[in-house]
């Protein structure tokens, strides 16, 4: 309300030619709406100090989540950060408005084969520019899974689509992302099927695997697993690279002895790519392209990668991450973990359809 009334007062003050920019300046500001635990917070500090914008910063764990606000319209959001599929969906039905790249002078920093894997979903890179990219792989508490799966190695999705092997780590814990793009493509792929397949069919045979697990499963959700495994609360997480990280750093600075590792199987795994855009109701779009301008400053990249352990596509921002963050190939895959990488594209709306009645059944049993 106080900030609507200086709104108001400042329109005033610019109707009668009278404004000086310092008196609203207090008015700018920008709406993010990003993935929970996804960046450094201070560099949203220092984007307002150096820039006078002020950041107003929500969080979402799931692109539906972020697809309903954004098909309703009048989000009142600048930014925001869709997965790929999502993205070239959402571009089609006209959500975003195109990227000024004057405005984002950074762009040239971004990593050549990181766009061309993004221009497939937005082609001439015109929408979006990445954020960060990661796979979906199993994170796990290393010594109670060992404990209980003895000489099981964790490097294959057998760990968790076979019962008798999920089964006997149930008892410490076991979640799994709310993300059915990424349970269906894994799925598919340990089943022998194209991990992009449509095939009514093959998603119900995708359905099934998923299912057997659900005894064995305590939540389906796509952030809680960072700080229940970091607790010890849960031994494994079907989770997302960064996030296992997290995990792990978290429960160093615990100093709880709880050590997280995470493994991106050998049957290969989903990769994902991370990217801004900017709606096309945005009420702030300067401050928008100003926002993810600063975010792609090499020295910013690197910082939110050093904190979320995600990898970043500023190929300039390499020399400031942290060595064990650049050289871990599990954040930045070296060349055979990547060939082990697959995407997918966007459901049709039938297929949409089918996939999340499946999902509902898998999760629930009804
Ligand atoms: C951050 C999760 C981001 C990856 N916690 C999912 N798009």
Not at 176 to 188: K, R
Request: proline share 5%; glycine share 4%; with cysteine.
């Amino acid at each position: 309300m106080i900030r609507n009334l200086s709104a108001v007062f400042c329109a005033m003050l610019l109707a009668v030619a009278v404004a000086t920019a310092p008196s609203c300046a207090a008015d700018k500001v920008v709406h993010v709406y990003n993935w929970s635990d996804y960046i450094d917070a201070k560099t949203l500090n220092e984007f307002t100090r150096e820039t006078g914008i002020k950041v107003v910063y929500d969080t979402y764990d799931s692109n539906e989540i972020l697809e309903t606000k954004l098909l309703a319209g009048r989000t009142g959001y600048d930014v925001v950060v869709p997965s790929a599929t999502f993205l070239q969906r959402q571009i089609k039905t006209g959500v975003f408005q195109p990227l000024d790249m004057s405005k984002i002078p950074n762009a040239r920093n971004l990593w050549p084969e990181v766009m061309k894997r993004l221009a497939v979903y937005d082609p001439g890179n015109r929408y979006a520019v990445n954020y960060m990219w990661f796979t979906t792989g199993i994170a796990f508490n290393t010594e109670k899974v060992w404990q209980r799966l003895g000489k099981v190695p964790v490097d294959s999705w057998d760990v968790v689509f076979k019962p008798e092997n999920l089964k006997r780590v149930a008892d410490c814990g076991v979640y799994v992302l709310d993300s059915p793009e990424d349970l269906f493509s894994i799925a598919l792929r340990y089943l022998g099927f194209n991990p992009d397949s449509k095939k009514p069919d093959e998603i119900r045979k995708a359905a099934v695997l998923l299912a057997q697990m659900r005894p064995n499963v305590k939540k389906y959700h796509s952030s809680e697993y960072i700080n229940a495994l970091a607790n010890g609360d849960i031994c494994m997480a079907i989770g997302w690279a960064g996030d296992a990280f997290q995990a792990r750093n978290r429960a160093l600075e615990a100093k709880n002895g709880v050590n997280v590792s995470y493994v991106i199987p050998k049957e290969g795994t989903l990769m994902s790519l991370d990217s801004f855009a900017i709606p096309k109701d945005a009420p702030h779009v300067a401050e928008a392209h100003a926002f993810i301008d600063f975010m792609l400053r090499p020295e910013m990249a690197a910082r939110n990668t050093n904190v979320t352990n995600f990898a970043n596509s500023v190929l300039e921002s390499k020399p400031y991450i942290d060595k064990g963050v650049v050289d871990n190939p599990v954040i930045y895959p070296d060349a055979a973990t990547m060939a082990r990488l697959f995407t997918v594209s966007p459901y049709d709306a039938q297929t949409q359809r089918l996939v999340t009645r499946e999902w509902t059944r898998v999760k629930t049993g009804k």
